[in-house]
């Protein structure tokens, strides 16, 4: 059976992505098939579909990070045909066959079942953005941060991670900094809940190991110095009865983007 796919390739030619006709027998190795309804494009699988950066780190490569459909073929006793999944990581798109495509096979535990209230295309929708967002909120959170801890730096924030993480601290009862190289669209970030909008030459130069305390927590997705003077600016940790007063700061798997909390 024959499907679509973006298929990214590297010969003498040099690199080369292109929309191809290929047979399912071409699929990679794993337990479940899946009829691809959605895929996110993300910044990474653009720089991925132009060479821009080593994101691919097998030939050929079918691009796409992350997806939502409906199995069409499982030899795993977690799923039958007719199951709706999507998936997320995993190295699909790097090292495994992704999610731009019309069908994708993978392993079955890397797959998550699509919740009855939404469709895939909202799952997609919310895609690997939403999914770091509310993975970096639940990290600092589980390191005890809690709305009246005080306010809470996000950097990107016209970006997808930064516009979910917006999102879900404000409806958490968070009040958000938003950290914006675009600053005509402070009124969007207001209306997902920023409190305090922030020009990002704020914290993209080179700065001091520990600055003036100004959040209790950050998530960043910019890196560099901006990740440095945010991790600066967050607020020292609460005493230990062990040590004294010192700051530490939190981040996720590089997997994901970066989040520090105090």
């Known amino acids: 059976m024959m499907f679509s796919a973006i298929s990214i390739d590297k010969t003498d030619a040099g690199y080369q992505a292109a929309l191809r006709e290929l047979d399912e027998s071409e699929l990679p190795n794993g337990d479940v098939t899946v009829r ?21 780190r097998r030939f ?27 998936v997320n990581g995993w190295g699909i798109g790097e090292t495994h066959w992704g999610g731009l495509t019309q069908r994708a ?4 535990d890397w797959l998550v079942p699509v919740p009855d209230a939404i469709s895939e295309r909202q799952a997609m929708s919310i895609g690997t953005a939403g999914y770091t967002a509310m993975l970096s909120l639940m990290a600092l959170e589980s390191h005890g941060l809690s709305p009246d801890a005080g306010d809470v730096l996000v950097t990107g924030a016209n970006g997808g991670v930064g516009g979910f993480a ?37 914290l993209s130069e080179p700065g001091r190991p520990l600055g003036k ?44 983007r970066s989040s520090c909390a105090g």
């Open 105 to 108: 096979r993978v392993s079955a």
């Open 36 to 56: 691809v309804s959605y895929s996110g494009l993300n910044y990474k699988d653009a720089l991925a579909i132009m060479g821009k950066a080593p994101v691919v």
């Open 213 to 256: 305390e100004r959040w209790a927590a950050a998530i960043d997705s910019v890196g560099s110095h901006t990740l440095a003077n945010a991790c600066a600016g967050t607020k020292a940790a609460a005493p230990s009865p062990h040590a004294g007063t010192h700051r530490a700061w939190i981040c996720p798997p590089p997997s994901h």
């Open 166 to 202: 917006i999102a879900l601290l404000a409806r958490g009862g968070y009040s958000v900094v938003a950290s914006t190289g675009r600053p005509a669209e402070a009124d969007y970030q207001r209306r997902l809940g920023a409190t305090t909008i922030i020009d990002r030459t704020e």
């Open 60 to 86: 050929p490569m079918v691009p796409g990070i992350d997806l939502a459909g409906v199995v069409e073929h499982s030899d795993s006793p977690s799923y039958a045909p007719g199951d709706r999944v999507l």
